[in-house]
């Protein structure tokens, strides 16, 4: 177990390396100067000029700045932003995070609150109506682009009918909208994989067994087949996060979170390469270490996995 552990903190330092050298890679071959960015309409000369590169490095060879900028990744410091002198990154992530972190917490709750039963209702109750709906719906949550839902919404319960704010989270109303269009996606997927779980389950030797001891049909399902069919969920949630990262940037965008997908958003028109490289890494950071730790907690969920 020790050796499995070890071996997979170093797959994720390895990765982690290889996307904070492809990220700082493609800031610097995308079009534009911050230096410039930062200018603008100012009148500084040249020497002037020269004296804010000097101040970030960025006179500096690429490898050196990737080397300043890496060591202070492992040390905490994101350094200071470009585009908006006297900001630190860290100080902006943190004013930042709180959004994002809400944000998904609320979509994994409603998304398993929802999911979770309605796939066990729909592979006990296997080609009845209720699967047969269940299903439907889930294939379309699966199927409809959460940013075209997330401007149907707002157009639908904000703007027409003003049920809730069109912008912010500034109060509970305002989660809402963004909770719903995340957890869309999530929960049709989740229930999909909750139904196969259950139908595969309840197919089991041990299943049989329990029902051939005159245990109830429901003492059968939620102590034997649930426990069992939770599996699969337990090893794919952490493997979602980065999908919820991924949406959460989009939605935050759409309905004006201050969260650090639109930090994010809002960094990159700005071509504050800083902040850019910050998040980026932060997010891969957050998605590696969710992955190690699913594969942990599904090897303590199921000791009939053998680690090497």
């Known amino acids: 177990m020790l050796s499995y552990v070890i071996r997979r903190i170093l797959q994720g330092v390895l990765t982690m390396f290889i996307i904070s050298l492809i990220t700082f890679s493609l800031m610097h071959l995308a079009p534009g100067d911050p230096v410039e960015a930062f200018v603008g309409e100012r009148p500084l000369t040249t020497e002037q000029i020269e004296l804010l590169r000097q101040r970030w490095g960025l006179d500096l060879p690429l490898h050196e700045q990737y080397i300043n900028w890496i060591s202070r990744m492992v040390r905490g410091d994101f350094g200071d932003s470009i585009m908006r002198p006297g900001q630190t990154i860290n100080q902006m992530i943190r004013n ?16 398993l609150a929802i999911a979770i039963p309605l796939g066990i209702a729909a592979g006990v109750k296997r080609y009845s109506k209720l699967d047969y709906g269940s299903m439907v719906g889930a294939t379309l949550g ?32 305002g989660w809402i909208l963004p909770v719903v269009v995340l957890a869309t996606a999530e929960t049709a997927l989740l229930a999909r994989l909750m139904r196969s779980s259950t139908i595969e389950v309840l197919t089991e030797d041990y299943v049989r067994t329990a029902r051939a001891k ?95």
Request: aromatic share 12%; net charge neutral; hydrophobic share 60%.
């Open 96 to 111: 930042a995070a709180p959004a994002t972190i809400y944000l998904n917490l609320y979509t994994l709750i409603v998304s």
């Open 142 to 173: 699966i199927c409809i682009p959460n940013f075209w839902l997330a401007l149907m919404l707002l157009l639908l319960f904000a703007l027409v009918l003003g049920w809730v704010p069109t912008s912010g989270v500034d109060s509970w109303s």
């Open 214 to 308: 005159g245990l109830s049909e429901f003492t059968v399902i939620v102590k034997h087949a649930v426990r069992n069919a939770m599996l699969p969920i337990a090893s794919i949630i952490g493997y979602r996060i980065a999908f919820f990262l991924s949406g959460t940037i989009i939605v935050e965008q759409i309905f004006a979170i201050p969260g650090l997908g639109r930090l994010l958003i809002s960094s990159v028109y700005r071509h504050d390469y800083q902040v850019v490289q910050a998040i980026v890494l932060l997010f891969s950071i957050v998605v590696v270490i969710a992955s190690i730790l699913t594969d942990l907690v599904y090897t303590w969920i199921d000791p009939r996995i053998r680690i090497g």
